[in-house]
Antibody, heavy 120, light 109 residues
Framework: QVQLQESGPGLVKPSETLSLTCAVS?????????WGWIRQPPGKGLEWIGSIYHSGSTYYNPSLKSRVTISVDTSKNQFSLKLSSVTAADTAVYYCARDRWSRGYYFDYWGQGTLVTVSS | QSALTQPASVSGSPGQSITISCTGTSSDVGGYNYVSWYQQHPGKAPKLMIY???NRPSGVSNRFSGSKSGNTASLTISGLQAEDEADYYC?????????FGGGTKLTVL
């Protein structure tokens, strides 16, 4: 069974960089599929941030592209998110998920999510 | 890219059927057969319910079905049950990107 677990600071100061990691178990990232990040501000809807393949190929949401970097570490079977110059609007629950990019374009396994608050 | 349009809320009684719509454009919903639906209970992660417009993942009840006509996709839940009460989100592929709907709160009366 594929399992994903997000980790990282729950509080980030405005203008700083948000950094999260998603550890994958039950499946080797190197075996294929894309891996993505999705966020959900409190009381609001879902927003796709971006996705990465084990080779490092990435796709980003155009509205966040200038501030987002997603990377992968196949040796640790994990992938990471960096979001720079954060503001209060970036406060959200951040989810990582397996992304069936080009095979239907849907997210079939999700992490439990981690709340990141941007505040001084 | 703009979010897909969903009704804010729908409701139904146990045993009834309800349909949630998801309206986009020819650049997303109408342009690809890559619409997916997710169920989210409070405080929980989203769960995939439908992919590729009308396919159900293994383990999802056949009471859930999906369809599409033009720029509008729909999720139908038949034989409503109390545990179906949740938020539902649609999503579509669009030109090397993804877009979600604003979400619909389903209340089982």
């Amino acid at each position: 069974q594929v399992q994903l677990q997000e980790s990282g600071p729950g509080l980030v100061k405005p203008s700083e960089t948000l950094s999260l990691t998603c550890a994958v178990s039950g499946y080797s990232i190197s075996s294929g599929y894309y891996w993505g990040w999705i966020r959900q501000p409190p009381g609001k809807g879902l927003e796709w941030i971006g996705s990465i393949y084990h080779s490092g190929s990435t796709y980003y949401n155009p509205s966040l592209k200038s501030r987002v970097t997603i990377s992968v570490d196949t040796s640790k079977n994990q992938f990471s998110l960096k979001l720079s110059s954060v503001t209060a609007a970036d406060t959200a629950v951040y989810y990582c998920a397996r992304d069936r990019w080009s095979r239907g374009y849907y997210f079939d396994y999700w992490g439990q999510g981690t709340l990141v608050t941007v505040s001084s | 890219q703009s979010a897909l349009t969903q009704p804010a809320s729908v409701s139904g009684s146990p045993g009834q059927s309800i349909t949630i719509s998801c309206t986009g454009t020819s650049s997303d919903v109408g342009g690809y057969n890559y619409v997916s639906w997710y169920q989210q209970h409070p405080g929980k992660a989203p769960k995939l319910m439908i992919y590729d417009v009308s396919n159900r993942p293994s383990g999802v009840s056949n009471r859930f079905s999906g369809s599409k006509s033009g720029n509008t996709a729909s999720l139908t839940i038949s034989g409503l049950q109390a545990e179906d009460e949740a938020d539902y989100y649609c999503s579509s592929y669009t030109s090397s990107s993804r877009v979600f709907g604003g979400g619909t709160k389903l209340t089982v009366l």
